[in-house]
């Protein structure tokens, strides 16, 4: 019950972030680990395909979600698959 409650709280009080923003927030992000790894954080973008072509908006992060996610140690220690092959 107590998880679904602040499941809930976190959701209606989210706050989206860009990535610069991200960074600012919680400095152990860095850009550069975020155009690397960013993809390992909860992240959202908006997608729109009409008669110009296909549009994407910037990568927005929710705030909250992630300072939950560094509270509880979830990020503490990640595996990457291909490690050291990424440009």
């Known amino acids: 019950m107590r998880e679904a409650v602040t499941a809930y709280m976190t959701a209606i009080g989210e ?3 860009t990535a ?3 960074c600012r927030q ?9 155009k690397d790894y960013g993809d390992c954080l909860p992240r959202k973008r908006v997608t729109v ?7 994407q908006t910037r990568w927005a992060y929710p705030q909250h ?4 996610g560094i509270r509880e ?5 990640m595996t990457v698959l291909g490690y050291g092959t990424k440009n």
Do not use: C, S, V
């Open 15 to 17: 706050k989206w972030l």
């Open 20 to 22: 610069e923003e991200l």
């Open 26 to 34: 919680f400095q152990m992000f860095t850009p550069r680990w975020l």
């Open 49 to 55: 395909t009409g008669p110009n072509g296909r549009h």
């Open 65 to 68: 979600e992630i300072a939950r």
């Open 73 to 77: 140690g979830t990020y503490d220690e």
